[in-house]
């Protein structure tokens, strides 16, 4: 009898577990699902290494805001350097170029720049005959500079009033070369190597110029994702579309310099056509005023990240959010809004992120009391455990996860089969910890089925995606796909899609899957009784 009971227990719990931890479902998905999305990256907002022919026409275009450079003499064979990273005087004396001898581009037209020093003071000139320092925290005139350039990446750098600098033999820059220089060697021909570059929503803006720029993204935006890819999505099974948005949304007629108008019209149609298809949408604030992490999917000028450090910017943001929450509350497509995307670790602290995210909660409830609030996790150094531990909102929250083997130089030597152990090792038990927790539920609302792997195969990528897919859809909340459509094949979701290198299958709903945990109820009490 005691064996019986203990056999009793047993069966009991194994089904009590599996009941709770599939039982969690996403409410206003069909058939009480979990979430299984598709990101529409690069559209709405700006990301060039998604589609590079965007940049394709901008003169200069090499040379965009956030573009870091060094300048060498071709006399001195010296690199140009902000002593200190800025702040100080500039010389022309080093040999190898690190971060005080690179500098950022802020560009004002195809030809004129102002240089950015790593520590974020401007390279100034004050007039004919003087020195160059970098002691200016603003930039004006005395910090513009007009650049000619030769098919070398030659280059000569002079004053507004027509004057060359030069690199004197006394290392150091001045406004004083006499004539008009060659492209030969001498002292007014420096050099320019490219190091970084930045293709966002504020590069292509500016590097056009407001009224190209309008044309460029007016033929993007009505072409790069339209009612067919809808359908796609629908035939392969998709439920949602996570849709990445910049904070100008909410000022679209008159949107700030140099930010373009006409992402709303765009975002407008999705919900119509999601709506039609029965799929859901969640809002997803990818870029925030003086940008949250430096990259250039936050809309970044230079790679600076200055939100954190303004009241103003964080009020924007909260009113963006405000704006999209009054404007979709009531939108039968609406899902949920993620309130700020990838805010950097390093530079973002948890006493600025935890008030910002209640903020944004509140806003958001002001408008719709069932729509999910979704909080990003910190990326860099952080644990997705602190926004359990922050207890922001009470009901319909979620913490978004963003995973990628890659981005780290951990992932660059890893073997297929080392990729996928790390997937079980970390990644799923990760999943498992934070579904026990008492707290929001969880969504991996970033992944690629891509890699380091060299020469991987078909049946790597198919092994690969199938191991995320296992994993990522155990997740409380679900999962979204990064991103729909890309120049890069493995990050294309429709082109993984038809050329099988990802493998989706039908989702289960929690409905089903407690149908199914009920029959092992049935099994485990017959094997109880038998044995």
Known sequence: ????????????????????????????????????????????VVEGWIKPSLFDDIPNGDMLDGTQVQLKSVTLQKYISAQNGGGMNVSVDRDNPLEWETFKLWRISESVFQFRTSEGQFLTCSGDGDSVTATAESPSDS???????????RVHIKLKSGTYIQ???DNVLTADFPGTPGWDDNPATFEMTFVA???????????????????VLKKHRSSFITVDDFDF????????????????IASDSNPPAPFIGGSLEALDNAFSWAQAYNIKCIIDLHSAPGSQNGMEHSASRDGTVNWQTSPEYISQTLDAIGFLASRYAVHPALLGIELLNEPSAADVSLDILVPFYKQGYQIVR???????????QRIGNADPFELYQANIGSSNTVVDLHYYNLFDRYFDKLTSSENIQFLYKNRQSQIQALNSANGPLVFVGEWVNEWNVTNGSLADYQDFGRVQLDIYNAASFGWSYWTLKCQKKHWD?????????LQLQPGTSPRKMISRVVLLLGLACIWSFMY
């Open 1 to 44: 009898m005691e064996l019986l009971f203990s056999k009793w227990v047993s069966s009991l719990l194994l089904c009590c577990w599996l009941i709770f931890s599939v039982g969690h479902s996403v409410e206003g998905l069909h058939g009480n699902a979990r979430v299984r999305a598709v990101n529409l990256g690069g559209w709405l």
């Open 493 to 501: 979701f429709e082109w993984s899609i038809r050329n099988n290198y």
């Open 167 to 169: 690199a004197s033999n």
């Open 233 to 248: 999505l629908y035939r392969h099974g998709i439920n949602t579309v996570r849709i990445p948005v910049g904070w100008w």
């Open 197 to 215: 570059k930045l293709q966002g929503d504020y590069q292509l803006a500016n590097g056009y110029g407001r009224n190209k720029a309008k044309e």
């Open 143 to 153: 910090e513009t500079f007009y650049l000619e350039r030769n098919f070398n990446n």
């Open 366 to 376: 002001k408008y719709s009391s069932t729509a999910y609030v979704i909080f990003c």
